[in-house]
C-alpha cells in the first residue's frame, strides 16, 4: 500500500522530463520521442487515477491514448522522411527557409 | 513494503531512462532509453493491476512504436546532434525552467489530492475481459472513431513518404 | 483449477528445479534439432548428414559446441561497442523468456507437491508471448546497424521490417482462438480442447484457416526458408549477424532454433490440443503421458519446419512482404468475423 502521490509524482516527473526535451534538444527525431515520453507520463496519471477510484474508464482512455499515439508516430515520422529528403538535415533549427 | 520496494525499483529505472533520454547525443541511444522507460511503465502498471494495458504497452508502445522510431533513426543515418546558438540559450532558460515547473505540479498534485489515501497492489484487476466490455459497451463509438483514425494514419503514411517519381 | 498447499519455500523450490529443466531440455532440444535439421537435409538431398563424430552423429552438437568455444571472439574496430554486445543477448534472451509459460503437461503430485508442469501461468500469458516477440526484433535491428557494414545494415531492415509485418498476421490469427476459448492463458486453452482428437481447435473449432495462417507468419518471424531472405548466404553474404563470430554467433544460432521450438509449442497449444491425449495406466504414467504427447507433436512441427527448408526456394523481397500485407492480413482479418459471428450467432439460439 503505497501513497497515490507516490504516481503522480512520478507521472510529473517523466512528463517534466518529456517538456525538456522537447525544448533543449536539436534534433526533431528526438524531439518527437519526447513528445512520446510525455504521453506516456500522462498515461501513468490516468492508470493511477483508475485504480484509486476503481473505475476502469481510466484504463480504456489510456487504450486510446496509445492508439491516438501510435497514428501520431506514423504520420510524424513519414514527414520527418519527407522534410530530411528535400533539406537533407534533422535540426530543426535549419529548416528555416520557405524556399531553398 | 515490497511495493513499495518494486515501485522504488520500476520507478528508478524510468527515471534513469528519462534523463537518459536527454543527456544522450545520439539519437540511438535516446531511443533505446525511451524503450527502457516504456518497459519499466509496464512495470508499474502491473504493480497498479492494469496487466492487459501492461502486456499492450510492451506490444504497441516498445515493440511497435519504438520500432518505427529505431528504424527512422537507422534509415536517415542520423548523427550526433549539432548545437547551435539558439540551443544554448533553451540550455540555460530551460532547465531551470522546467525544474521549477515540474517542482510546482508536484506541489499542487500533492495538496490537491489526500495523499494519505493509498493505493493497494494490484488494486484494481484490469482484465481483458472488463476493459472488452467497456470497449464494446460505453466506449463503442471513440473505438470505431479510432479505428477509421488509424486507417487515414496508414494512407497518409504511405503516401508522405513516397518518393517522388 | 486446484491450488494444493504450497508453501513459500516449496513453491521456490519447485520453481527453481522446473526453471533448471526446462532450461536445460530447451537447450538439448534446440541443440539436438540443429542436427536433425542438417541430417534431414542432407537426407533430402540424397546425402547422409553429419555421421563421422558419434554413433550415427549424435555427438555433433558436442563438437560443434567445443568448435564456437575455442573459436577466437573477433570484435571488428569500427563497430558501436555497447550495442554490438548487447544485440546477441537481447535476442537470445527474448527466445528463452517465452519457454517459462508454455505448459507441457498437466498437474503432478511429487513427494505431496501438487504442482502444474508450467513455471507460471498468468491471466495474458498469450500477450506475454506476443509482447516478447516484438522486442526481439530489437536484437536483430540493432545488431544490423551496430556492424556498421552494409550488409548488416541491409540484411537487418529487410529482416526487421519482414518480422514486424508478419508480426500483425500472426497476432491476428491468434484471435480466432480467444473467441473460442475466452483466456489469453494457455493452461485454460488447453483444457478447452480436451477430450479426443475431434475436440482441438482446429477440427471442432475450425481454426484451420487460422492454422495456416499461423504457420505462415511463424515461418517468417523465425526468418525461416521460404522467408529467410535476411540471411540468405548467396545475396546478402550472411545478413546482419556477417561481423559475429564464435560465441555471439552461437548465440544468434541458438536464438534461431529456440524461436522455432516456441512457435512449435504455440501451434500445438493454440491448435492441436497441447498435451491431451489417451490417459491410462498407474499415477506416474497419468503424469508422464501428457509430456510424451506434447514432445511428440513438438516433433513434427520441426520435422515440418526442416522440410520445408529443404524443399522450397525462398521468396523475393517484395513479394514476401506482399504476400503478408495482401494475402494474410485480409485472410486472418475475414477468420476473425466469420468466428465471431458463428459463435455469436450460437450463443444467440441455444
Redesign the interface.
Known amino acids: ?10 507521472s ?10 522537447f ?5 526533431i ?2 524531439i ?3 513528445i ?2 510525455m504521453l ?1 507520463g500522462v ?2 496519471s490516468f ?2 487515477f ?3 477510484w ?4 481510466g ?2 482512455f ?3 491514448v ?10 510524424g ?6 522534410v ?2 528535400t533539406r537533407e538535415t ?2 530543426p ?1 535549419r529548416v528555416n527557409l520557405l524556399k531553398l | 513494503m515490497l ?2 520496494v518494486l ?1 522504488i525499483i520500476f ?1 528508478a529505472i ?2 534513469a531512462g ?2 537518459n ?2 543527456a544522450q547525443k545520439h ?2 541511444n ?3 532509453s ?2 527502457v ?2 518497459g519499466a ?1 509496464a512495470g ?2 502491473l504493480l ?18 519504438m ?10 543515418g ?1 548523427g550526433e ?4 546558438r ?2 544554448k540559450i ?2 540555460l532558460f ?2 531551470p ?3 521549477l ?2 517542482v510546482f ?2 506541489w499542487i ?2 495538496k490537491s ?1 489526500p ?7 494490484g ?2 484487476p ?6 472488452g466490455r ?2 464494446f459497451g ?2 463503442l463509438l ?1 473505438f470505431e472513431i ?1 479505428s477509421v ?2 486507417l ?3 494512407m ?3 503516401v ?2 513516397r ?1 517522388e517519381s | 483449477m486446484p491450488t494444493g498447499e504450497l508453501t513459500t519455500t516449496t513453491f521456490l523450490i519447485a520453481s527453481i528445479i522446473k526453471i533448471a529443466v526446462f532450461l536445460g531440455a530447451l537447450l538439448t532440444i534446440v541443440a539436438y534439432t540443429v542436427l536433425l535439421e542438417r541430417k534431414v537435409v542432407g537426407r533430402i538431398q540424397n546425402r547422409w548428414g553429419p555421421s563421422r563424430v558419434g554413433p550415427f552423429g549424435l555427438l555433433q552438437p558436442l563438437a560443434d559446441g567445443l568448435k564456437f568455444i575455442f573459436k577466437e571472439d573477433l570484435t571488428p574496430p569500427y563497430v558501436h561497442k555497447f ?1 554490438y554486445i548487447l544485440a546477441p543477448m537481447l535476442t537470445l534472451t527474448t527466445a528463452l523468456i517465452s519457454v517459462s509459460l508454455i505448459p507441457i503437461g498437466g498437474w503432478i503430485t511429487i513427494h505431496g507437491v501438487h504442482t502444474p508442469l508450467q513455471i507460471t501461468d ?3 500469458s498469450l ?2 508471448i ?2 516478447v ?3 526481439g ?2 536484437g536483430i ?2 545488431a ?2 551496430s556492424s556498421n557494414s552494409k550488409y548488416s ?1 541491409m540484411g ?2 529487410r529482416a ?2 519482414q518480422m ?1 509485418s508478419y ?1 500483425v498476421a500472426l ?1 491476428l490469427s491468434l484471435v480466432g482462438v480467444l473467441i473460442l476459448t ?1 483466456s ?1 492463458s494457455l493452461h485454460d486453452i488447453v483444457q478447452h480442447q480436451q477430450g479426443w482428437f475431434w475436440n482441438w481447435n482446429i477440427i471442432k473449432g475450425g481454426q484451420f484457416v487460422a492454422f495456416f495462417i499461423y504457420l505462415m507468419a511463424a515461418f517468417a518471424e523465425t526468418n525461416r526458408i521460404p522467408f529467410d531472405l535476411p540471411e540468405a548466404e548467396s545475396e546478402l553474404v550472411a545478413g546482419y549477424h556477417t561481423e559475429y563470430s564464435s560465441m555471439k554467433f552461437a548465440m544468434f544460432f541458438m536464438a534461431e532454433y529456440a524461436n522455432m521450438v516456441t512457435v512449435a509449442c504455440l501451434a500445438s497449444i493454440l491448435f492441436l490440443g497441447g498435451y491431451s491425449g489417451p490417459l491410462f495406466g498407474p499415477d506416474w504414467l497419468r503424469g508422464l503421458l501428457p509430456v510424451a504427447y506434447f514432445m511428440a507433436r513438438i516433433f513434427v512441427f520441426l520435422f515440418l519446419y526442416i522440410w520445408v527448408r529443404g524443399t522450397l526456394p525462398r521468396f523475393r523481397y517484395d513479394q514476401l512482404m506482399a504476400f503478408s500485407w495482401k494475402f494474410l492480413l485480409p485472410l486472418s482479418l475475414a477468420n476473425i468475423v466469420i468466428t465471431g459471428l458463428i459463435v455469436a450467432l450460437k450463443a444467440q439460439y441455444s
Not at chain 1, 12 to 21: D, E, K, P
Not at chain 2, 115 to 121: K, R, T
Request: net charge negative.
Open positions: 500500500m503505497i501513497p497515490l502521490s507516490y504516481y503522480l509524482v512520478l510529473a516527473v517523466l512528463f517534466a522530463c518529456g517538456v525538456t526535451g525544448l533543449i534538444k536539436r534534433n527525431i528526438t518527437f520521442m519526447s512520446e515520453l506516456n498515461n501513468l492508470v493511477a483508475a485504480s484509486f476503481h473505475s476502469l474508464n484504463q480504456v489510456v487504450f486510446f496509445m492508439v491516438v499515439a501510435a497514428a501520431e508516430a506514423a504520420v515520422l513519414a514527414i520527418i522522411i519527407a530530411f529528403r534533422l535540426n533549427d | 511495493h513499495l515501485f520507478g524510468c527515471v528519462a534523463i533520454l536527454l539519437p540511438i535516446s531511443a533505446l525511451l524503450v522507460v516504456m511503465l508499474v502498471y497498479l493491476g492494469a496487466e492487459f494495458l501492461a502486456a499492450i504497452q510492451v506490444i504497441v508502445y516498445a515493440g511497435a512504436i520500432v518505427l522510431f529505431v528504424f527512422v533513426i537507422m534509415l536517415l542520423a546532434e549539432e548545437h547551435t539558439g540551443s533553451a540550455l530551460g532547465i525552467g522546467m525544474l515547473l515540474s505540479t508536484t498534485a500533492l489530492t495523499s494519505a489515501e493509498s493505493v493497494g497492489i488494486s484494481l484490469g482484465t481483458a475481459q472488463g476493459i467497456l470497449l460505453n466506449f471513440p479510432t483514425l488509424i487515414i494514419a496508414i497518409g503514411a504511405v508522405l513518404a518518393r | 550495442l498468468t491471466n495474458i500477450l506475454i506476443l509482447g516477440t516484438s522486442i526484433v530489437y535491428a540493432l544490423g546497424w545494415m537487418a531492415l526487421s521490417s514486424v508480426e497476432g475466452g489469453f
